[in-house]
């Protein structure tokens, strides 16, 4: 499923019109019955329905919803909130079969106010037509006063046209006041502001209804962004011989851990073998080994360093190095607390990485002072930075990065030339070639300490199998967020541990690759 913004978007409707050959006032009629049929899923025949409807080809949208509900047996009354003369040639002509049809219909003067409100106060379900993808700016009266009217209504049902009006497409910003939708239909893909706050909370439940305009255009376009689904993985993961051996699934060396710090490289290491690994060996200060030894009988220990309290040191480079070719995955930082000398340490094991390296916690830290390091690895590196980790890396702040998601990912990912996973209410992965991968996964369940390091683990994992990164990453997050929401159900989400996590990467596994 294809993820667009307001300019691809127009760009997929001009080309579904004149290439195609599909014309504008068909695909404003199907659009408008997929509003109508999604009222009528919710809200029994005789409601009373008033639709708001804007000047452009949003309000014509809403035109066609009101004829379909008005002959359906609803009682529709429809408000104007613009004027005819500005309408597209489309929207007028639906709105004169709607007059022709003798529907209730009237334009908005201020002087109405205290009658809209009062229609807004009698409903029991508004369509919001007003705005659609191409808004910009603040919201003008007397759309501002509408809109805040509509919210104050404690309407049962209501339901946004393609987006709630006074939310920004592209990121999902309030530009002023904004419509509170239980449910908004959109028309042939989902737009960026159905998944970022604050717009997603806005938008209530996601409807995507399909219009006639081919997904085929926007693999051609080419959009460049995708939700994540199972469908997209299930071939990714491929059976097992029965002639394989653990050699066969990879072998993975975790390096992290400190003082305090000892569960985070052990949940890592688990979830690298619950996510399919043949082997994983796991790297640590000499003076915490016995811990981690203990903790997770089927991993293999490594002691290194000078074996004090602080544990890593920039002279531990030298015997990680010797020892890396061994490994088809390596992840770097979980556990791990800042060193004297991590920079150089850190651009030494970069440097000589011969196989792909997933970074991570304490080694994001560590990049943030030179993300030149990474021009130097020759193979693949992914990246899995929260929004504080990520505004370290790109030397802005938490706020600038939540304020666009996708272009924060995509710079890190052209700058860097790694995998960048940006962690969160629907994750992100960002490849080099400006792909972007939005997971859909995940539950409140996950906001909890190591549920990063479980993540790090099944990326390593996937990887280490030999699967291609661009399928690897993505499917990691997928199956992640997707392990967190089984430990939910067997649970709540104020319980689950990342360990509980760990114990239910087998069944989303089963679950996406499953055909």
């Not at 106060?121 to 659609?132: A, E, F, P, R």
């Not at 440097?351 to 997933?358: G, L, N």
């Amino acid at each position: 499923m294809y993820l667009v913004n307001a300019r691809e978007m127009r760009q997929l409707d001009r080309q579904t019109i004149e290439e195609v050959g599909i014309p504008s006032a068909v695909l404003m009629e199907v659009a408008g019955r997929a509003v109508a049929d999604e009222v009528k899923r919710r809200a029994r025949c005789g409601s009373r329905v008033t639709v708001l409807a804007g000047s452009g080809n949003n309000g014509g949208d809403g035109f066609v919803a009101a004829r379909h509900l008005h002959c359906a047996g609803y009682h529709v009354e429809v408000w104007l909130i613009g004027s005819e003369e500005k309408m597209s040639s489309e929207a007028s002509n639906f709105w004169n079969v709607c007059q022709n049809l003798q529907l209730s219909m009237q334009t908005y003067r201020v002087i109405d106010a205290p009658r809209l409100k009062e229609a807004l106060w009698q409903s029991d379900v508004v369509i919001d037509s007003l705005l659609g993808t191409g808004v910009k700016g603040a919201v003008r009266e007397p759309l501002n006063e509408v809109i805040e009217a509509i919210n104050a209504a404690n309407v049962p049902l209501v339901v946004a046209v393609d987006v709630p009006s006074g939310v920004e497409t592209d990121t999902g910003a309030v530009l002023g006041a904004a419509v509170r939708a239980h449910c908004t239909v959109t028309f042939a893909f989902p737009k960026w502001c159905h998944y970022l706050a604050p717009g997603a909370t806005l938008a209530g439940e996601c409807v995507v209804a399909d219009i006639g305009i081919p997904s085929s255009l926007a693999a051609a376009f080419p959009v460049r962004a995708q939700v994540s689904e199972r469908l997209l993985w299930t071939e990714a993961v491929k059976p097992r011989t029965p002639f394989s051996y653990k050699g066969t699934y990879g072998h993975v060396l975790v390096v992290g851990g400190s003082r305090g710090m000892a569960g985070a490289p052990v949940l890592t290491a688990r979830a690298v073998l619950k996510a399919g690994a043949g082997l994983v060996t796991t790297a640590v200060p000499r003076d915490i080994q016995d811990v981690v030894a203990a903790s997770f009988a089927e991993g293999m220990t490594w002691g290194v360093g000078r074996g004090t309290a602080d544990g890593w040191h920039e002279t531990t480079a030298a015997s990680l190095c010797e020892r890396m070719s061994q490994f088809q995955a390596v992840a770097i930082g979980p556990g791990m607390p800042r060193f004297s000398g991590d920079t150089q340490w850190l651009r030494t094991l970069v440097a000589q990485a011969k196989a792909p390296i997933v970074l991570d916690a304490g080694a994001l830290s560590v990049l943030a002072e030179d993300l030149a390091m990474l021009t130097r690895c020759r193979e693949t590196v992914v990246l899995t930075p929260h929004p504080g980790e990520m505004a370290r890396l790109l030397g802005t702040s938490v706020s600038d990065i939540e304020q666009n998601r996708p272009a924060a990912a995509r710079k890190l990912s052209g700058e860097s030339g790694a995998v960048v996973v940006l962690k969160g209410r629907y994750s992100l992965t960002a490849l080099p070639d400006g792909r972007l991968y939005l997971n859909p996964t995940g539950t409140p369940a996950l906001a909890k300490g190591g549920s990063g390091d479980v993540l790090t683990g099944v990326v390593a994992a996937l990887l280490a199998q030999q699967i291609d990164p661009a399928v690897a990453v993505p499917l990691a997050v997928y199956v992640h967020g997707y392990a967190g929401q089984l430990a939910e159900a067997d649970d709540t989400p104020y319980s689950v541990l990342a360990s509980d996590t760990v114990e239910h990467i087998g069944p989303a596994l089963r679950e996406v690759t499953s055909n």
